[in-house]
Structures are given as C-alpha cells and as structure tokens.
C-alpha cells in the first residue's frame, strides 16, 4: 500500500500558545482583513457600475461616474490601509512568536544533559535553530497574510456574487476546485524539487564547514582534488534540482492564468446569453465585476494551494524543535541542596560504578581517597576511562551507583553550579572568546583587579607576553582580532583558572603542538597553579606523574593500581612499570 504523507497536526497545537500572546493584534488583525475584504468587494461592484455609466458614444453620465470615481478613490486608500496592517500585524505575530520559541528551545537546550549532546549531531541541532525555525516563520507571515485577508475576501465575494447572479456564482463555482487543483498539482511539483534542493544545501554548507575548518589536514593529506571532485558531483545534483524545481514552479503562473481566462471566457459567454436575454438584469458593468469577483475568490485558493507543501514543511520543523524540546533536562539540583562555597578539598570515591552505555559496563567499583592539597596524576592507554573520571567529577553524567564526596558530603547534595565552579579546569583544547585579552582572562571572575589580573598572569608566565601587544591586556583576540599560538592560548587559559581562584583543579596536559621552551613554561605554570590545591591531572608528563603524591593507573574503567612513583615502581611487573618503561625510560 501506499505510504502517505499525512499532516501532523499537533505541532500546531503544542505551537499555539506561543500566538495566544497576541489575541489582541490577531483580533485587530481580522477586523483589518474584514475591512480589506469587504472594501476589496465593493471596489469591484463599484467598478461595474462606473462601467454601466458609460453606456456607448456620447452617453457617459459624467456626474454619476465622477462620485463613484471619489468613492472608490476613499474605498482604495481604507482597502491599501487595511491590507498593509494586516501584513504589519502579521509579520509581527510570526516572527515575535517565533523568536519565543527560539528563546525557549535554547533555553532548554542549555539545561540539557551532555549524553544528548553525544547522541545529536551538532549540525543537527544548529539546523532546528536555524533552517527549521525560518520555514516556521515564513509559513506563519503566508499563512496570515492568505488568511485574514483571504478568507473574508471569499466570503464577502460569494455574498456579492450571489447577490448580483447566482447563475453566474455557479459558473465561478465549477471553476475555482479546478483553479485549485492544478495550482496544487504544479507546486506540490516544485516542491518535491525544492525541498531536494534544501537537503543538498544542507550537505553541501555541512561539507564546505568540514574542508574549511579542515584546511591543515585537507593540505597535508592532498585531499583537494578529491574534495573537488565530491563538491562539483554535489553542486551539479544542486543544479539539476534547482533548474526541475524552477521548471515546475514556472508553470504555476502561465497555468493558473490560463484557467483564470477560461473563467472569464465562461463568464463573458453565460453572462452575454443573459444579457442577451434579458434574464437577472445582467449588465455588461456586471459582467467585468463578475470577471474581477472570479479572480478574487480564486486567488486565496490558489494562494492556499500554494501554501500546503511550506505549512508541511514547516510542521515537520516545528515537531523536530519540539522533539527536542521534550528531551529531559538535567535532573533539578536537591531541594535541599547546599552551595559548595568554601571546600578543604577533601575527595573521595566510593564504589563508583559508571557506564555510558548500560550495555558496556565501564568505571566498576572505584574506590578512591584524595585529602586536601593532594595531586592525582592519572594515567592509563587511551579508552581506559581518565576522562570519564573528570565528568563524573564535574557531575556532566549521574552515576549508575556509589558516591562521590567532597569533604564527606555527596556530590548530589551540592548544588550542580557551586560544585563545577570550584573545580578550575584546563584542558587540551583552549577555548578563548572574541574579544579582549582581559575579558578572557577574568571571564571567570569579572570582580578581579587589575592587580589580581596582572598578578596571575605573570604566575602563568604569560604577562610579558601580553604587555608586548600592541594594546596589551586590551588587545582583541579571536577570528576578528589577534591570532595566538596554541602555547600562548594554553598559558592564557591557565592565567585564567587562576583568576577565577577555584579551590580544586581538573588539568589535562596537552603534549602536542608547543616548542620545548613553551613547553617548560606551561609546566611551570601548571605547577605554580597546582600548589596547596587538590588536583586532578590527565597526565602526560614525566615530572608531574613523578610528583604526584597519588598516581592512578587505569584500565578499561579500573583503577589497576594506585600510589606513588616508587611505591609503583617496586612492582616490576606491574602495569605502571610497564608503562613507564615503554613511555619515559629514554626521557629519564
Ligand atoms: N560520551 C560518551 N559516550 C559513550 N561512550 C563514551 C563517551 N565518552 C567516552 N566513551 C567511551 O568510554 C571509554 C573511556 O573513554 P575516556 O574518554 O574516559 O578515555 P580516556 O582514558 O580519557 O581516553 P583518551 O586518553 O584517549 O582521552 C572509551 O571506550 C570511550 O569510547
């Protein structure tokens, strides 16, 4: 059987409290498209009776078609007025309520938990914000504009028509599902075309972010020619789409206007044998209003026809920002939660049992004990879990069971904001804003001193460099401003940390990319901003992990051993040793 594609409509109620805000300008609205409606009617019939003042050579009743000439003039400008503010009001009631929902969605999206960011694609999300939420709003300015003018259009039209012929209305009547059907037909074409041509756009902007925020490896790996190759096989697919979808959407026009002559032709010929015969006081006037009256009453059909496929895609926007909307926010912090404000630093594990997936069982039964001002170098191969270790401790994932405390209280009962805030961390990638060097730096703790700032940026060793820029601590960095190496932006990020002064510290020490002077400053640096605070460190070098006062050797999600460089070291054939032969013993 066929498998139709049916219009859900729900979206459109969970969409309608966003529009409730506005009853008043959708009140004014239709009262606006009545008058528009019903001064469009009275135009036409106005119209044919100017025309029946001017019977034939030398018989224009100049008076009578001079007063319905001011008439319609005054008609015109209300009817002009109207229709303008129903566009105003229109406009303002889509994209106001849009918006809304945008600030709503982000709103949720900000609470929610990291495993949803895992599981969605980041182009994903972006384009619910951005394509989705446009279709919705487009759909709402059509959707209003046909439809407070529209639909009192019809209904004023029909009223008149009858009431000047209804043998005529009828012959109107017969034609219009036929206007309407072949508009429909033409569009839902153009569409098919269209919204082939909107996914291909989305891959083809997706892939052009890849290539350009890719360049380095692009270069290095030659990957230019091929890139060419799949982006010209992708704009010619986008060319041939393009040019079907203007095809059918060219005929839209041609076709309906040449139904609409039909009518006119039916209406001129039915309306000609009446007048012909006398029947239902038919008036040439009549006539050309009947012609115009035909048009009106088609045009918000064919508007409408034209509107389903934008109201379908819309639909489906709403209902992908909606599903995400729906997902679970982050669970609420405790009722009685308290505010982590001042910690001695005092960390513990206790049977920690944690997994991404419930199917592959990951952290099993971590036991661990950190008092205040300790270091924790943690090592391990990759995958063995050092990173999932830092989440958890940040609370990003809730455990599957077991406790974390700081200063013997779980990590739940703290509120989740107090608990990230006083962990500083410093990670592989540096994230630095646009903007000033010194905003970046007290990002953290916008109420630091001058005096604070410079003070913490010569303990990262990185003031010097910074008084050597141009405009110093208030040169602007970032895509718009000044580019800075990686080393520069580690030392940076550091500066930072220690700015914002958090009692305990979750490092990650980045191995690559930095000369061996940068190198042995950020170490420096590192260690100056590690003194008296518990600390945390994915470590990777030699001199941290053998200062550290708790080396945790982790293996698919266990602690394999624990305790210090020579406590470690007496196992020779433990993992450690065996770790630190195949990594460091040149380097020693
Ligand atoms: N967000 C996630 N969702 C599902 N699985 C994950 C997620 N993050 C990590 N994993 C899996 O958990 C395991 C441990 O990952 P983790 O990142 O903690 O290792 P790591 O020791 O920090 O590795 P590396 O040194 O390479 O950074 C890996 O098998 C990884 O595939």
């Not at 290539?211 to 060419?228: D, L, P």
């Not at 630093?345 to 920690?352: A, R």
């Not at 958090?502 to 590690?530: C, G, N, W, Y």
């Not at 708790?550 to 054939?573: T, Y």
């Amino acid at each position: 059987m066929k498998n139709r594609k049916r219009m859900n409509l729900a979206p459109i109620k969970r969409f309608s409290p966003y529009l409730s805000h506005f009853k008043k300008e959708i009140a004014f609205a239709l009262v606006s498209g009545l008058i528009a409606g019903g001064t469009t009617v009275v135009i036409t019939a106005y119209t044919g009776k100017a025309v029946d003042t001017m019977i034939g050579k030398n018989q224009v009743l100049f008076s009578d078609l001079c007063r319905i000439l001011t008439l319609l003039a005054m008609i015109l400008v209300l009817s002009v007025l109207s229709q303008w503010i129903i566009q105003i009001l229109g406009n303002k009631i889509a994209y106001v309520s849009v918006a809304n929902l945008r600030k709503d969605a982000f709103n949720h999206l900000n609470k929610l938990p990291l495993s949803y960011y895992d599981q969605t694609s980041q182009g994903n999300i972006m384009s619910r914000f951005t394509n989705d939420l446009d279709y919705v709003s487009e759909a709402c300015v059509a959707i209003f504009n046909t439809f407070f003018s529209g639909i009192t259009i019809v209904i004023v039209s029909l009223f008149a028509m009858f009431w000047l012929s209804p043998l005529l209305t009828i012959v109107v009547l017969i034609m219009t599902p036929l206007i309407f059907l072949v508009s429909w037909f033409v569009t839902k074409a153009s569409q098919a075309q269209f919204s082939k041509q909107q996914q291909l756009v989305g891959d083809i902007s997706g892939f052009v972010s890849e290539v350009v925020g890719n360049q380095k490896i692009v270069k290095a790996f030659q990957y230019e020619s091929s890139s060419q190759a799949r982006f010209e096989k992708m704009n010619q697919q986008l060319l041939d789409w393009g040019q079907k979808a203007q095809f059918y959407s060219s005929l839209s026009n041609p076709t309906s206007r040449f139904i609409d002559h039909i009518a006119y032709i039916a209406i001129g010929l039915v309306g000609g044998l009446l007048a012909l015969k006398g029947t239902g006081n038919v008036t040439i006037g009549m006539i050309s209003s009947f012609t115009i009256y035909a048009s009106q009453f088609s045009k918000p059909f064919i508007d409408l026809s034209g509107i389903t496929t934008q109201l379908q895609t819309a639909l489906a926007g709403l209902e992908r920002i909606f599903t995400m909307m729906d997902e679970p926010i982050e669970a609420k912090d405790e009722a009685s939660a308290v505010v982590l404000s001042k910690t001695k630093g005092n960390v513990s594990f206790e049977h920690v049992f944690f997994s991404y997936d419930p199917s592959r069982p990951l952290i099993q039964d971590l036991q661990l004990n950190v008092t205040s001002g300790q270091t924790v170098a943690i090592v391990g191969k990759t995958g063995a879990g050092k990173s999932t270790l830092v989440n958890l401790l940040m609370r990003f994932y809730d455990l599957d069971s077991g406790q974390i405390l700081i200063d013997r209280i779980p990590i739940q009962h703290y509120t989740r904001d107090s608990l990230r805030k006083a962990f500083g961390m410093v990670l592989q990638d540096t994230w630095l804003f646009d903007g000033t060097i010194k905003e970046n730096l007290t990002f953290g703790n916008p109420q630091a001193t001058d005096e604070e700032v410079i003070a913490c940026a010569k303990s990262a060793l990185v003031h010097s460099f910074i008084t050597k820029l141009p405009h110093g601590y208030d040169t602007v960095i970032g895509s718009q401003g000044l580019k800075i190496s990686e080393g520069q932006r580690q030392l940076l990020t550091i500066a930072r940390t220690m700015i914002s002064a958090p009692p305990m510290l979750i490092l990650d020490e980045a191995t690559s990319s930095v000369d061996t002077l940068t190198e042995s400053k950020i170490q420096e640096a590192f260690l100056r901003m590690m003194q008296g605070k518990t600390s945390f460190v994915i470590a990777h070098r030699l001199s941290t992990i053998r200062s550290a006062d708790i080396i945790l050797v982790m293996d698919a999600g266990k602690i394999v051993e624990m305790g210090n460089h020579e406590q470690l070291l007496k196992n020779p054939n433990g993992f450690y040793s065996k770790l630190y032969a195949a990594q460091f013993s040149e380097n020693n």
